[in-house]
Each structure stands twice: as C-alpha cells, then as structure tokens.
C-alpha cells in the first residue's frame, strides 16, 4: 500500500501542476496580449501574428491617448477621483457600520442588518433604472455627485466582513480601554481599526478594483466627456476606432496598470488578511 501511494502521489501532484499552470495561462493571456498588441505598430499588429512579439517596442499608442482628439486626461482624473471619493466613505460608513452591527447593543440591531445584508442579493441592473430616476429628479445627473453618491455609504459586503472581524476581538481590549476612560469612538479609530490593517487592506483593493472598473453606472449617469470614466471612454474608443486594436489595447493597459500597481503594493497584507479571517 506504501508504495502504491509513493507511486500515486508525483503524479498526483503534476495533474494539479498542469491544472493550476492551464488556469493561469488563461487567466494571464488576456493581459499579455493587451500589452503586447498596445505596443506594436497598427502595420505591425495587422500583418503578423498575435502572438508575435513587437519589434521595435512602440509607446506611440500610449502616447496617442493623451495628444489625440481622444484625450484620456479626463477620463483617467475623473476615474481617479471617484475611486478615491467613494473608497473612502465606504471604508469610514462601513467601518462604523460594521462596529455598530458588531460590537454595540441596540433594538433592532440583527434584523436590521440581516435586512441590510439581504441586499446583496438584489443585482445592480435591477436598481440602476430607479437610481437613475432619482439622481434626474434632484438634478445630478451627468455631475461628480451623481457618479458617486449610490455607493458612497458604505457596501453590504464591507460591512458583513468588518463585522465579523470585529466580533472576533476579544472584549477585554475594548473593556481595559474603557476603564482608562476611552469613549466608543475613541476605541473604535484608536484601537480595533489598528487592530484590523490587513482586512481594511484587502477591502480597499477589493472597492479600488470595482470602482475602477465600474461601467454601468457612469455610462447610464453620465454623457459627454466632462464626467466620462475611463471604462466609458476605452468602450467609446472601441467603437470609433473598430480597425486600431493597438490604439484600443493601449487604453486597456492603461486601464489596468494602477490596479496591478495595487495589488503589488498590498499582496502581503492580502496574504495576511486570508490567514486571519479565512476571506477568499
């Protein structure tokens, strides 16, 4: 039996290889092969291969984004500052939220969140055609408020995640700080939002990834390019320029560039958040 299991185990363990290798090839290509095609020629990228390695490496797509009729200038600070906007109100809202939810005694208290939680369940199209109705009637459509404020009070998901956390600290810390005479504010910024870094860390990036990349939302809120977001302007590129993949492959690189910043910027933290609350 030991033996048969010797024999079992290497081969085992190289179908899991070509598993996880056939997973993140397919998951990586697509990225590879944004950046490789941003950085060929149209000439190039028309007459060869796809896969064909470009030759000389070009910049002028990148360099056509922000010089052409096509400026992504806007696109990338209007972007940047509704992700910064609503990243934070949602971590400041959820992290009281999820204090309130977790560690606070109140009427109600469960029902409401259970009620509150529910709406995770309720899918974004379904709401867009009634938040669209509401931001027209108060005259924000097509503003930076109208892009913003629907997911500027924190997220269901945040919060369900913070809460948890937070009833995992044992209450001896929160009871020692009231003694020395700290008030639930105090506790609350002082020391279980210190004690949670790794899980805000992983939060930040999950709400800096779905911001970044949201599109319903500001394609039905917003028109013209005074409010266009990035997700918006590549769509538009696309269509304008259905013949120019390597113009339209330059502004999904671009696209993506801060957000693998991010990520290997925070990896660690990450790591660390999936070994404390089991998150995945």
């Known amino acids: 039996m030991a033996s048969s299991s010797m024999r079992v185990r290497p081969v085992g363990a190289a179908g899991v290889y070509m598993v996880l290798g056939a997973g993140a090839l397919l998951t990586l290509a697509p990225f590879a092969l944004s950046l490789m095609t941003a950085l060929k020629t149209p000439e190039q990228a028309a007459t060869e ?5 470009p030759h000389p490496f070009t910049f002028d797509n990148f360099v056509q984004l922000f010089t052409g009729s096509h400026s992504f200038l806007t ?71 109208g892009l913003v404020l629907p997911t500027l009070f924190g997220s269901p998901y ?18 020692a700080a009231r003694l020395d005479g700290a008030g639930t504010l105090r506790i609350l910024w002082s020391i279980i939002v210190p004690m949670s870094r790794p899980i805000l860390t992983t939060l930040v990036v999950i709400t800096v990834v779905s911001q970044w990349n ?15 977001v990035l997700t918006v302007a590549t769509q538009n590129l696309q269509t304008q320029y259905t013949d120019n993949w390597t113009l339209v492959m330059a502004a999904t690189t671009l696209s993506m560039a801060p957000l693998v910043a991010l990520y290997l910027l925070t990896q660690r933290n990450i790591v660390n958040s999936i070994s404390l609350t089991g998150f995945k």
């Open 49 to 53: 291969g796809p896969l064909t390695l």
């Open 75 to 145: 696109p990338l600070v209007v972007t940047f500052e509704m992700t910064a906007f609503i990243l934070v109100g949602q971590m400041v809202f959820s992290v009281m939220a999820a204090y309130a939810f977790g560690r606070l005694t109140f009427p109600g208290r469960d029902a409401v969140f259970w009620i509150y939680l529910g709406t995770m369940l309720i899918p974004q199209v379904a709401t867009v055609v009634p938040l669209y109705v509401m931001m027209s009637s108060v005259g924000l459509r097509n503003t930076f408020w």
């Open 158 to 175: 945040a919060i369900f995640l913070l809460r948890e956390h937070f009833r995992g600290i044992p209450d001896d810390i929160e009871d």
């Open 214 to 228: 949201n599109f319903m939302w500001p394609l039905f809120v917003t028109s013209g390019p005074t409010w266009e």
